[in-house]
Protein backbone atom coordinates (compact mmCIF):
# COMPACT_ATOMS: atom_id res chain seq x y z
CA UNK A 1 0.00 0.00 0.00
CA UNK A 2 0.50 3.29 -0.77
CA UNK A 3 0.74 6.13 2.04
CA UNK A 4 -0.39 9.21 1.82
CA UNK A 5 2.46 11.63 3.89
CA UNK A 6 2.43 11.71 7.82
CA UNK A 7 1.38 15.29 7.61
CA UNK A 8 -1.07 15.21 5.33
CA UNK A 9 -3.37 12.55 6.93
CA UNK A 10 -6.94 11.58 5.58
CA UNK A 11 -9.64 13.00 6.98
CA UNK A 12 -12.64 11.02 8.29
CA UNK A 13 -16.05 10.86 6.48
CA UNK A 14 -18.87 10.24 8.60
CA UNK A 15 -21.69 9.92 6.26
CA UNK A 16 -22.97 8.73 3.10
CA UNK A 17 -24.19 12.63 2.69
CA UNK A 18 -20.90 13.74 3.40
CA UNK A 19 -19.34 11.19 1.03
CA UNK A 20 -21.40 12.83 -1.73
CA UNK A 21 -20.51 16.27 -1.10
CA UNK A 22 -16.82 15.93 -0.83
CA UNK A 23 -17.04 13.93 -4.00
CA UNK A 24 -19.20 17.00 -5.48
CA UNK A 25 -16.71 19.40 -4.06
CA UNK A 26 -13.54 17.76 -5.48
CA UNK A 27 -15.37 17.07 -8.89
CA UNK A 28 -15.27 21.03 -9.22
CA UNK A 29 -11.61 21.33 -8.29
CA UNK A 30 -10.71 18.47 -10.77
CA UNK A 31 -12.73 19.46 -13.49
CA UNK A 32 -10.25 22.44 -13.89
CA UNK A 33 -7.25 21.38 -15.97
CA UNK A 34 -8.86 17.88 -16.50
CA UNK A 35 -8.90 18.21 -20.27
CA UNK A 36 -5.11 19.57 -20.16
CA UNK A 37 -3.85 16.79 -18.47
CA UNK A 38 -5.82 14.25 -20.72
CA UNK A 39 -4.48 16.10 -23.89
CA UNK A 40 -1.19 16.05 -22.71
CA UNK A 41 -1.52 12.70 -21.46
CA UNK A 42 -0.18 13.71 -17.52
CA UNK A 43 -1.61 11.40 -15.23
CA UNK A 44 -3.51 13.38 -12.40
CA UNK A 45 -0.88 12.56 -9.32
CA UNK A 46 -1.97 15.37 -7.33
CA UNK A 47 -5.59 14.91 -7.69
CA UNK A 48 -5.13 11.20 -6.83
CA UNK A 49 -3.30 12.55 -4.06
CA UNK A 50 -6.13 14.81 -2.81
CA UNK A 51 -9.24 12.24 -3.56
CA UNK A 52 -7.22 10.35 -0.91
CA UNK A 53 -6.48 12.53 1.55
CA UNK A 54 -10.07 13.62 1.42
CA UNK A 55 -11.20 10.50 3.18
CA UNK A 56 -13.07 9.10 0.15
CA UNK A 57 -10.70 6.11 -0.32
CA UNK A 58 -12.05 4.67 3.05
CA UNK A 59 -15.76 4.96 2.58
CA UNK A 60 -16.00 1.21 1.83
CA UNK A 61 -14.41 -0.18 5.48
CA UNK A 62 -17.36 -1.55 7.13
CA UNK A 63 -18.31 -0.68 10.27
CA UNK A 64 -16.32 -2.59 12.36
CA UNK A 65 -13.32 -1.04 11.35
CA UNK A 66 -14.58 1.83 11.67
CA UNK A 67 -15.71 3.24 7.97
CA UNK A 68 -18.67 3.93 7.13
CA UNK A 69 -19.93 0.85 4.70
CA UNK A 70 -21.09 3.25 1.72
CA UNK A 71 -23.98 1.44 -0.49
CA UNK A 72 -22.21 0.13 -3.66
CA UNK A 73 -24.93 2.15 -5.27
CA UNK A 74 -23.44 5.30 -3.35
CA UNK A 75 -20.59 4.61 -4.65
CA UNK A 76 -21.29 4.32 -7.85
CA UNK A 77 -22.75 7.76 -7.56
CA UNK A 78 -19.76 9.16 -6.59
CA UNK A 79 -18.12 7.72 -9.27
CA UNK A 80 -20.32 9.10 -11.31
CA UNK A 81 -19.55 12.37 -10.15
CA UNK A 82 -16.07 12.61 -9.97
CA UNK A 83 -15.74 11.22 -13.88
CA UNK A 84 -17.70 13.95 -14.88
CA UNK A 85 -15.72 16.28 -13.96
CA UNK A 86 -12.42 14.13 -14.78
CA UNK A 87 -12.59 10.73 -16.51
CA UNK A 88 -8.88 9.20 -15.07
CA UNK A 89 -10.20 10.31 -11.30
CA UNK A 90 -13.34 8.16 -11.99
CA UNK A 91 -11.56 4.76 -13.27
CA UNK A 92 -8.27 5.38 -10.92
CA UNK A 93 -9.92 4.57 -7.72
CA UNK A 94 -12.05 1.38 -8.78
CA UNK A 95 -9.21 -1.01 -8.42
CA UNK A 96 -8.45 0.35 -4.94
CA UNK A 97 -12.26 -0.45 -4.11
CA UNK A 98 -12.03 -3.77 -6.04
CA UNK A 99 -9.22 -4.59 -3.75
CA UNK A 100 -11.02 -3.47 -0.36
CA UNK A 101 -14.01 -5.73 -1.34
CA UNK A 102 -11.55 -8.79 -1.90
CA UNK A 103 -9.81 -8.43 1.67
CA UNK A 104 -13.44 -7.77 3.23
CA UNK A 105 -14.96 -11.23 1.63
CA UNK A 106 -11.43 -13.53 1.72
CA UNK A 107 -8.91 -11.43 4.03
CA UNK A 108 -9.03 -12.68 7.87
CA UNK A 109 -9.24 -10.93 10.67
CA UNK A 110 -6.17 -10.10 11.51
CA UNK A 111 -5.74 -8.62 7.93
CA UNK A 112 -8.69 -6.72 8.11
CA UNK A 113 -7.65 -4.69 11.13
CA UNK A 114 -4.13 -4.42 9.96
CA UNK A 115 -5.26 -2.93 6.41
CA UNK A 116 -8.69 -0.99 7.04
CA UNK A 117 -6.66 0.79 9.73
CA UNK A 118 -4.15 1.91 6.73
CA UNK A 119 -6.74 2.82 4.55
CA UNK A 120 -8.93 4.61 6.88
CA UNK A 121 -5.10 6.82 7.65
CA UNK A 122 -4.95 7.61 3.80
CA UNK A 123 -2.84 4.97 2.19
CA UNK A 124 -4.12 4.12 -0.92
CA UNK A 125 -4.55 -0.20 -1.60
Known sequence: MTQVSAKQRAERISSA??????????????????????????????ELQRY????????????????????????AEIFVILSAADGSIGQVPQNHFYALEVLRINGSEAQQQRLYAEVLAGCIG
Open 52 to 75: FQSGLGAITVPREHGGIAISTAEL
Open 17 to 46: VQALDVAYALAERFRSGAAQRDHQRELPHA
